[in-house]
C-alpha cells in the first residue's frame, strides 16, 4: 500500500535508482510490515533548476545526490516504528547504491486504511472481499 | 478543490490521456460532489525503469497499462462515498479510454478545507468572499 | 521542513522558475516561521496536455501561467497562518517574476512532526539530538 514518490537529479543510471526502489521496498517490508509484493514507486528525474534543496539544514552536509523520498501510507504506524523506517532506508541505501547517509531525505504522509483502491474499483482495505 | 496526480507509462496518446482525465473529473463530480469546473489535474509520463508497480498484489493482475491516481480533497467524505467514488473511476476508465479496471489505482489525500488557495492568495473555502 | 511540489506549464525561464521557487521559501519563511536555510522545492514541468486547470473556478480567472503549489507540511499552524502564507505567496509572485494572483494555487497537505527525516536515517523533529 505504500505508494513512493522518489525524487532526484537526472543523470543516475537505471542500476542505481533500481537500488534506491529496491532499498526503500525492503526497508518497508522489514520495519512497516508491508505485505510482499506491495510495492508501487514512482521516480522523477529532475534538472539541476527544478531541484532545489537545502545543502546543509540542520547541520547535514547534502550534495547533488540528495534523494528525496515521499511515503504515501496508512496510518497505522508508531513513532518507533517510523524511526526504524528511517534508519533503514538509510542504511540499505548506503549499501546499495553506496549513497551517503546524508543524502537520504523522507517524509511521510499518512492517510486512512479506506483512502485506497488497489484495482477493479474496490477499497480492498476496508471490503469484506 | 482535488488536485488530481496521474502517473503513467510513457507512450499513450494524448486522447487516450484526456480520457483518463476526463473520466475521474467526472467521477468526482458524480460521487464527491465537486463543483462543476473544479478541475485541476497533472499527469506525469514515466519510462519503464521510473515506474514501478507490483504486478499480483491482492491478488490483481496488473499491465504496463496501470495508471496510479493520487487525489488530494478535502476530508470530508465519508467510507462509502468513497468506496462510491473508486467504483466509478473504474468503470468510467474502462469503458474510455478502454482501460482494464484492474489497472485502475486509486489513493486519497485528506486535507483540511482551510489548505486550498485557488488563486489571489484567499483560502476560498473559509473566507467569507 | 516543507517540502514543496511546483507544477506548471513547460517553457518559462529558468530565472522565472527560480523567482517562484524564491518567493515560495520567502513566505514561509515569513508566515510559517520556516527556519533558514530548510528549503527542499521540486519543479514539474509539463506539457499542456498533462496540465489540466479550471479557467474560472470560484470565479477567478486562470491562464496558462498557473502555478500549482503543493506544500507539505508538519500540522503546527492555525488557519489564520495559512491565510497570512496564501496571500504572501501571491504576493510576492506577483512582484517576481510578475506572475497574476489569480494563477497562484495552493494546496498545504500537513503531517506529523515525527513524519520527516532530513539524512541520516534519524527523524529530526523528535530526536533528543
Known amino acids: 500500500m505504500p505508494l513512493v514518490r522518489i525524487d532526484l537529479r537526472r543523470g543516475k543510471s537505471p542500476a542505481y535508482r533500481k537500488a534506491i526502489c529496491d ?3 525492503r526497508a518497508l517490508r ?22 532545489s534543496y537545502a545543502p546543509s539544514y540542520l547541520g547535514i ?10 511515503v504515501t501510507v496508512s496510518d497505522t504506524r508508531t513513532v518507533a516504528r517510523k524511526k526504524a ?35 477493479n474499483g474496490i477499497a480492498q482495505y476496508v471490503e469484506a472481499n
Open 30 to 51: 522489514e520495519t512497516f510490515s508491508v505485505p510482499e509484493d506491495d510495492r508501487f514507486i514512482l521516480v522523477n528525474e529532475h534538472d539541476a533548476d527544478n531541484f
Open 85 to 119: 523506517l528511517f534508519a533503514r532506508v538509510a542504511s540499505l541505501l548506503a549499501q546499495n547504491p553506496g549513497m551517503r547517509e546524508e543524502d537520504v531525505f523522507i517524509n511521510l504522509v499518512e492517510v486512512k486504511k479506506e483512502n485506497w483502491s488497489f484495482g
Open 23 to 25: 532499498g526503500i521496498y
Open 61 to 70: 552536509s547534502r550534495t547533488n545526490d540528495l534523494v528525496i523520498i515521499q
